[in-house]
Structure formats: structure tokens, C-alpha cells
């Protein structure tokens, strides 16, 4: 199994930036796809983007896209999500999470993803 760690979480203005890692423990990281979800109180967990094992495809939320990116460097076994131009409605608990399939095409389902992390709180001010 994968242990992965999110980081980078805080508080923000409106319109300000943020950028969140996901650090994985696992030497075979690289063979996982990952995605990022969020979850805000009293809401369902939100897809928000995932990216291949490779890193050669990606895709994103509707809410996010041209907003958020999502990179990996699997030399340093992290996933990152870039975030900008934020918004009060961002606010959430991010969470990263691997594919439970090695190089499985992934999807929006966190039914799909596995080892998850403990998540990292991000909050926008208006």
C-alpha cells in the first residue's frame, strides 16, 4: 500500500494561491494514478482533479478548471495541486488518494482510490 501525507494548507484571501503536496511513502508511487478531493462541512466529498501514473494525462472539476492543476515529480514521489485565483467556496479539507489499480486509467470515483491521506485544510477569505 501507498501512505500518502498532504501538506501546504492554510488560509487565504480571495484571489490569493496556494500549492498543496501529496508525499508518498512508497518506492512504487509512480506506478499510481492520483486524485484530489475535498470536502467541506456538512458537504459530500468533491472530486477536484486526478492525473495518470505518468503524469501525462490529466483531468479536473468543472468548479476548478483553469483554476487548479495537478503535477507530479515521481522522483520525488509527490503529487502537487496549484492552486489559484481561489474562492470562499474552495474552502474544504483537501485530501490526496492513489488508484488502487498500478497503472489503471483513472476516473472521478473515490470509490476508484485507496490509501488516502489525512487530509490538509485550506480556507479562503473573502
Known amino acids: 500500500q501507498v501512505q500518502l501525507v498532504e501538506s501546504g494548507g492554510g488560509l487565504v484571501q480571495a484571489g490569493g494561491s496556494l500549492r498543496l503536496s501529496c508525499a508518498a511513502s512508497?518506492?512504487?508511487?509512480?506506478?499510481?494514478?492520483v486524485g484530489w478531493f475535498r470536502q467541506a462541512p456538512g458537504k459530500e466529498r468533491e472530486f477536484i482533479a486526478t492525473i495518470n501514473w505518468s503524469g501525462g494525462s490529466t483531468f479536473y472539476a468543472d468548479s476548478v478548471k483553469g483554476r487548479f492543476t495537478i503535477a507530479r515529480d515521481n522522483a520525488e514521489n509527490t503529487v502537487y495541486l496549484k492552486m489559484h485565483s481561489l474562492k470562499p467556496e474552495d474552502t474544504a479539507v483537501y485530501y490526496c488518494?492513489?488508484?488502487?489499480?498500478?497503472?489503471?486509467?483513472?476516473?472521478?470515483?473515490?470509490?476508484?482510490?485507496?490509501?488516502w491521506g489525512q487530509g490538509t485544510q485550506v480556507t479562503v477569505s473573502s
Open positions: 488518494a492513489a488508484h488502487s489499480k498500478k497503472y489503471r486509467p483513472p476516473g472521478r470515483g473515490a470509490v476508484e482510490y485507496d490509501d
Open positions: 512508497s518506492r512504487t508511487f509512480s506506478g499510481y494514478a
